[in-house]
């Protein structure tokens, strides 16, 4: 393993473990969001940019998205 | 259970799991050392025998088409399953106020979405040339309209996606997937199996007929998203109408 796979490894269990822990539900929609950014540059170092290209949208737009509307609809109750 | 036995079991249990995965990735194969017999196959003979460059487009429109079929239906399923569950006929509109948003968010915004408008069209028509494909220019296309929604508002996002013209746009792309399928099997082969001309490797008419498949997962996966997402932003905007007591 080349230390610039070991490193992105790294940020992305990191980053999972942030995404855990957060309690906040907006911070973590944004937490997830950044979090999938991580596994974008994850699938990129392991030379796979068609997943990375599929992961941005889904993993860092999509959801996050979906999750905000959730949370705001919750809170206009 | 008290908190300390809770965890130490945590503690006791975490600890077996961390040693059993380290042990499973020590003993991973190095990366670019793919023990398996089919990638290395594709690998050498995709190119030749499909005129694609994109041995991923190839493998998912072609080697297992079948099982992108399935995949599609799977979205189309479960966006079909939102709609049912948020389209509500019996609904008012909530006057929703225009936000005021700063004049630089709205033009990065604006231009932005052109952008990505284009950089998911160039990503689905290349999607067998290189890395990209039906799905990747899909989501990005959809992402383009999210963009719209951000820059602007949920008027502007609206009227680029009306719900009758997302809902054809979206089951003519499934539709269309397994009518290719279809076509092969008038032809005399096994569904989806690939038929038309091959044309020149790394040219835009290549690939048989991945390129038709290519742009009916387009269709089906970006109408699904923009679907997806029209639905929870009317939920956002639209409020059941108050029960008369």
């Given at each position: 393993m080349i230390p610039l796979q070991a490193a992105i490894i790294g940020l992305v269990a990191a980053g999972a473990l942030a995404v855990v822990l957060t309690r906040d539900l907006v911070r973590l929609t944004m937490a997830s969001s950044l979090y999938a950014l991580l596994l974008v540059v994850l699938f990129l170092v392991f030379q796979a940019p068609d997943v990375a290209l599929s992961e941005l949208v889904v993993g860092a737009v999509g959801f996050p998205l979906v999750i905000v509307v959730a949370v705001v609809l919750e809170r206009g109750k | 259970m008290s908190r300390g036995v809770r965890s130490g079991l945590f503690l006791v249990s975490a600890a077996g799991l961390t040693a059993l995965l380290l042990w499973a990735v020590a003993d991973?194969?190095?990366?670019?050392?793919?023990?398996?017999?089919y990638g290395k196959v594709l690998n050498s003979v995709a190119v030749g025998e499909?005129?694609?460059?994109n041995v991923v487009a190839a493998v998912v429109f072609d080697y297992r088409g079948v099982d992108t079929m399935g995949e599609e239906f799977i979205l189309f399923a479960s966006v079909m399953g939102v709609a049912l569950l948020l389209?509500?006929?019996?609904r008012e509109r909530r006057q929703v106020p225009v936000r005021i948003q700063s004049d630089a968010v709205r033009l990065a915004g604006i231009g932005f979405a052109a952008g990505l408008l284009v950089l998911g069209l160039y990503v689905v028509a290349h999607g067998y040339l290189t890395p990209g494909g039906g799905f990747q220019g899909g989501v990005v296309l959809a992402s383009a309209f999210v963009l719209v929604y951000l820059a602007g508002d949920y008027h502007a996002y609206r009227s680029m996606s009306p719900t009758p013209a997302i809902d054809v746009l979206g089951a003519t792309g499934a539709g269309g997937y397994t009518v290719v399928g279809i076509v092969s099997l008038l032809l005399g082969?096994?569904?989806?199996h690939n038929f038309g001309p091959l044309g020149?490797?790394?040219?835009?008419?290549?690939g048989g007929s991945i390129p038709f498949l290519n742009v009916a997962s387009a269709l089906e996966v970006s109408a699904a998203f923009v679907l997806l997402f029209s639905e929870f932003l009317d939920e956002l905007v639209v409020r059941p109408k108050a029960r008369s007591e």
């Open positions: - | 991973l194969p190095d990366f670019g050392h793919y023990r398996g017999p499909r005129h694609t460059t389209r509500n006929p019996h082969s096994a569904f989806l020149t490797t790394g040219k835009l008419a290549s």
